[in-house]
């Protein structure tokens, strides 16, 4: 799910939640499960708009074979701009 919300009129604040539904490789090997979401502030000017996101991404591997689990945390800044034609 993603969504912004304007603030001003060329301000706002923008979001995103995605699961990962559990689901395993092709040999049956592992599987892997988890969430990401992301949050920021925008500012546009003509057809530029100005970005910075923090994004935290959490997801849980489990081998099939040995039943280890791992549990790989991602998490971070994105920033730039994006043109609009």
Do not use: H, Q
Request: glycine share 8%; hydrophobic share 35%; aromatic share 20%.
């Amino acid at each position: 799910m993603r969504s912004n919300l304007y603030v001003i009129d060329k301000l706002g604040f923008t979001g995103s939640y995605r699961k990962i539904i559990k689901n395993e490789n092709e040999t049956n090997t592992y599987e892997v499960e988890g969430t990401r979401y992301s949050y920021g502030l925008f500012f546009e000017f003509i057809n530029l708009r100005i970005f910075a996101k923090w994004f935290r991404e959490s997801n849980l591997v489990t081998d099939l074979l040995t039943t280890d689990e791992s549990k790989p945390l991602n998490e971070g800044l994105f920033y730039g701009f994006r043109a609009y034609f």
